[in-house]
């Protein structure tokens, strides 16, 4: 077996390290930083067993690491190879076993690993207002702020700004082509945001997974230094499913549309409200922007209905059946496709998104119950672990997504 790719990575909320819940108001600050810029669980690492590529790091005691996640190395030898970054292949109460090629025949001890973080880096922090620096696929850099909620009785969210330019002594995004809701201000409170769900509260503000994992539903994310996925279920069996994203974009030619696609919603419902909220593909609740342009994910179609027309962020079913003919393969596949972006205003096509996620072909009978995502499924020609998520609705409109755990970005 040769090395396993270590670019996109996975966390789970439940994480040893993590271990929070999306109502975890007080604790979404430490925990997207560990994420995006610091990792975590620091362990170390008492001996090593080499035999040809297969590394075993061998711990003092229960490690709490998890296969599919990417372990950094921060000294040594093994910190000289691939960043540091290796694919955890499996695991025992305490040993992580990695296939690393090029390893030392003998490896000592005595040295630290962690979760590898996505890699971008932390410009700005200041109580609930972060700003991150991160990559675009033409390796320039793009700036994220990201607002967490400050007021601990609301539902929480994110709200976010991406722009090419950004202050780190003020904190705020300076750039005037960045969509500008939350370039500024403090706190997460105008229409577009990426939500979490749930009823407005201050009861889960320091929640563990376990203790809100019957509310909220399981949570994972998935992403690398171009791009980021969250997603999960927040218990409602309608219309639960989230999918917020910052994903690569690939635009017909104009420098203004030289940004990431950012996915999350608008809510109709007030930020004190009990009520869980519409799903976030029925009507105009899903909402997606390139830089401060609104967009959507489906060619114009004239003779829908209004209230079809508005459903922007793709209109299921996506296929008749939910399986390729047996003619052409044996196998019950499901194909995904890549995700055109339409402007909103003039309904024209500007671009694709370029990786990090596809919607998936499924009918409108017999796809997955939408409480069981996101789940993991497989893509049988690359190997890869793929995250099938969604977009509930409460009629029904489920859209699926599949979030591969693998490269975007090929040098």
């Given at each position: 077996?040769?090395?396993?790719?270590?670019?996109?990575?996975?966390?789970?909320?439940?994480?040893?390290?993590?271990?929070?819940?999306?109502?975890?108001?007080?604790?979404?600050?430490d925990?997207?930083?560990?994420?995006?810029?610091?990792?975590?669980?620091?362990?170390t690492?008492?001996?090593?067993?080499v035999?040809?590529n297969?590394?075993?790091?061998?711990?003092?005691?229960?490690?709490?690491?998890?296969?599919?996640?990417?372990l950094?190395?921060?000294?040594?030898?093994?910190?000289?190879?691939?960043?540091?970054?290796?694919?955890?292949?499996?695991?025992?109460t305490?040993?992580?076993?990695?296939?690393?090629?090029?390893?030392?025949?003998?490896i000592?001890?005595?040295f630290?690993?962690?979760?590898?973080?996505?890699?971008w880096?932390?410009?700005?922090?200041?109580?609930?207002?972060?700003?991150?620096?991160?990559?675009?696929?033409?390796?320039?850099?793009?700036?994220?702020?990201?607002?967490?909620?400050?007021?601990?009785?609301?539902?929480?969210?994110?709200?976010?700004?991406?722009?090419?330019?950004?202050?780190?002594?003020?904190?705020?995004?300076?750039d005037?082509?960045?969509?500008?809701?939350?370039?500024?201000?403090?706190?997460?409170?105008?229409?577009?945001?990426?939500?979490?769900?749930?009823?407005?509260?201050?009861?889960?503000?320091?929640?563990?997974?376990?203790?809100?994992?019957?509310?909220?539903?399981?949570?994972?994310?998935?992403?690398?230094?171009?791009?980021?996925?969250l997603?999960?279920?927040?218990?409602?069996?309608?219309?639960?499913?989230?999918?917020?994203?910052?994903?690569?974009?690939?635009?017909?030619?104009?420098?203004?549309?030289?940004?990431?696609?950012?996915?999350g919603?608008?809510?109709?419902?007030?930020?004190?409200?009990?009520?869980?909220?519409?799903?976030?593909?029925?009507?105009?609740?899903?909402?997606?922007y390139?830089?401060?342009?609104?967009?959507c994910?489906?060619?114009?179609?004239?003779?829908?209905?209004?209230?079809?027309?508005?459903?922007?962020?793709?209109?299921?079913?996506?296929s008749?059946?939910?399986y390729?003919?047996?003619?052409?393969?044996?196998?019950?596949t499901?194909?995904?496709?890549?995700?055109?972006?339409?402007?909103?205003?003039?309904?024209?096509?500007?671009?694709?998104?370029?990786?990090?996620?596809?919607?998936?072909?499924?009918?409108?009978?017999?796809?997955?119950?939408?409480?069981?995502?996101?789940?993991?499924?497989?893509?049988i020609d690359?190997?890869?672990?793929?995250?099938?998520?969604?977009?509930?609705?409460?009629?029904?409109?489920?859209?699926?997504?599949?979030?591969?755990?693998?490269?975007?970005?090929?040098?």
């Amino acid at each position: 077996m040769a090395m396993k790719q270590t670019q996109t990575k996975i966390f789970d909320f439940a994480d040893t390290g993590l271990d929070f819940s999306p109502g975890s108001k007080n604790i979404f600050p430490d925990r997207f930083k560990k994420m995006l810029a610091l990792g975590y669980n620091v362990q170390t690492v008492t001996s090593v067993s080499v035999a040809g590529n297969q590394v075993t790091f061998i711990y003092g005691g229960a490690h709490g690491y998890m296969p599919g996640r990417v372990l950094k190395v921060d000294s040594g030898a093994l910190s000289l190879i691939n960043g540091g970054e290796f694919w955890i292949d499996s695991v025992t109460t305490n040993t992580v076993t990695m296939m690393i090629d090029a390893a030392p025949l003998s490896i000592s001890g005595g040295f630290a690993t962690r979760i590898a973080s996505l890699g971008w880096s932390l410009v700005y922090e200041q109580a609930n207002i972060h700003i991150y620096k991160f990559k675009q696929l033409d390796e320039s850099d793009i700036f994220i702020r990201i607002v967490f909620q400050d007021v601990l009785t609301q539902r929480n969210r994110l709200g976010v700004c991406i722009g090419k330019t950004a202050d780190p002594v003020s904190g705020v995004i300076t750039d005037s082509n960045a969509l500008q809701s939350y370039a500024t201000i403090t706190s997460p409170n105008q229409p577009f945001a990426m939500e979490f769900g749930g009823t407005a509260s201050n009861t889960a503000n320091n929640y563990t997974h376990s203790q809100g994992v019957a509310t909220y539903g399981k949570w994972v994310v998935v992403g690398s230094k171009y791009h980021v996925v969250l997603s999960g279920n927040i218990g409602q069996a309608n219309f639960g499913n989230r999918f917020n994203a910052v994903l690569p974009f690939a635009s017909v030619g104009y420098e203004k549309l030289n940004y990431p696609v950012i996915v999350g919603e608008v809510s109709t419902q007030a930020l004190t409200g009990s009520n869980f909220g519409d799903g976030q593909n029925e009507g105009e609740r899903g909402y997606a922007y390139v830089a401060k342009y609104r967009v959507c994910m489906r060619e114009y179609i004239k003779t829908l209905t209004t209230g079809v027309l508005d459903q922007l962020l793709g209109i299921p079913p996506q296929s008749k059946t939910n399986y390729l003919p047996a003619e052409i393969d044996g196998f019950n596949t499901t194909t995904a496709k890549p995700v055109a972006i339409y402007d909103y205003e003039s309904w024209q096509f500007i671009g694709m998104i370029s990786g990090g996620a596809y919607q998936v072909n499924y009918s409108d009978t017999g796809n997955p119950d939408k409480t069981t995502l996101p789940l993991i499924t497989g893509d049988i020609d690359l190997n890869s672990i793929v995250y099938l998520c969604g977009m509930a609705s409460t009629s029904g409109n489920n859209v699926y997504w599949a979030v591969p755990v693998e490269e975007v970005r090929i040098a």
